[in-house]
């Protein structure tokens, strides 16, 4: 393809696209997640590691 119609001519490159076949899916820190869609879902396990490991502790007796 070319775009442009004066001075020599230039490419235009597509960038790849993901998959559209059902189901969407989108790639975790772990895996592949099925359930991420339209911001609902699981949080990837490396997420949620850094996320308790930076909350305070409670000490229970």
């Keep these: 393809?070319?775009?442009?119609?004066?001075?020599?001519?230039?490419?235009?490159?597509?960038?790849?696209t993901l998959p559209q076949g059902p189901p969407c899916s989108t790639i975790g820190a772990l895996r592949l997640s099925?359930?991420?869609r339209n911001g609902t879902g699981r949080f990837p396990h490396a997420m949620?590691?850094?996320?308790l490991?930076?909350?305070p502790h409670?000490?229970?007796s």
């Design 1 to 16: 393809m070319y775009a442009g119609t004066r001075g020599p001519p230039k490419i235009v490159r597509r960038r790849p």
């Design 34 to 36: 099925f359930r991420v």
């Design 48 to 51: 949620t590691t850094e996320t």
């Design 53 to 55: 490991s930076d909350s």
């Design 58 to 60: 409670e000490v229970r």
